[in-house]
């Protein structure tokens, strides 16, 4: 949602949990300018790849993404990075809906904002998104009556989103349900 919040790992991570867990057919789709995950094998993939069987395709643009959803995968988890009107609408067509962010005091007025702005402008129902807070805060100062969310969940530490722990598979298994 906002540069930085860790979008690309948490999306990396729960492909890799998909993938490797789960053994789902899982293509992780890069739609954002950030290009980043051709550098995962030392920056010369231009086209998709695989790394620890997942299908990766990097800096993919709207107008070819409905060729990447006619192929043969169970999963396509679209990082979308930063919510913006040109992302809106793949958003709004997703199965599940995940916005990732932070909901610390400091920040929480400009996220809900951001949100309610997308929501009244797109096809994105706030009720049905679930937040995935990036935050050493443990709880969200949002009372359960002002909460916009289906559901407000916790971001595990993710230093490698190809070496996911354990501890961490009660939090992938909760996006799925």
Not at 34 to 50: A, L, P
Not at 140 to 145: E, G, P, V, W, Y
Request: glycine share 4%.
């Amino acid at each position: 949602m906002f540069h930085g919040a860790g979008t690309t790992s948490i999306s990396l991570a729960f492909s890799h949990f998909l993938r490797n867990k789960k053994r789902k057919k899982t293509a992780y789709v890069e739609l954002n300018s950030s290009d980043e995950i051709r550098f995962i094998k030392g920056g010369t993939q231009k086209k998709m790849f695989y790394h620890m069987g997942i299908a990766l395709f990097p800096n993919v643009t709207p107008s070819s993404l409905s060729d990447i959803l006619q192929m043969d995968f169970e999963y396509f988890i679209l990082d979308m990075g930063v919510l913006n009107t040109y992302t809106a609408e793949q958003f709004s067509h997703c199965y599940k809906q995940f916005i990732v962010g932070s909901l610390n005091s400091w920040k929480q007025q400009k996220t809900l904002e951001k949100i309610k702005h997308f929501t009244k402008n797109t096809m994105i129902h706030q009720d049905k998104v679930i937040f995935i807070r990036v935050s050493a805060e443990k709880e969200s100062n949002l009372s359960i009556f002002s909460n916009p969310f289906a559901k407000i969940v916790n971001a595990p530490y993710i230093p490698n989103p190809f070496q996911i722990s354990f501890d961490s598979f009660g939090f992938y298994e909760n996006l799925l349900r």
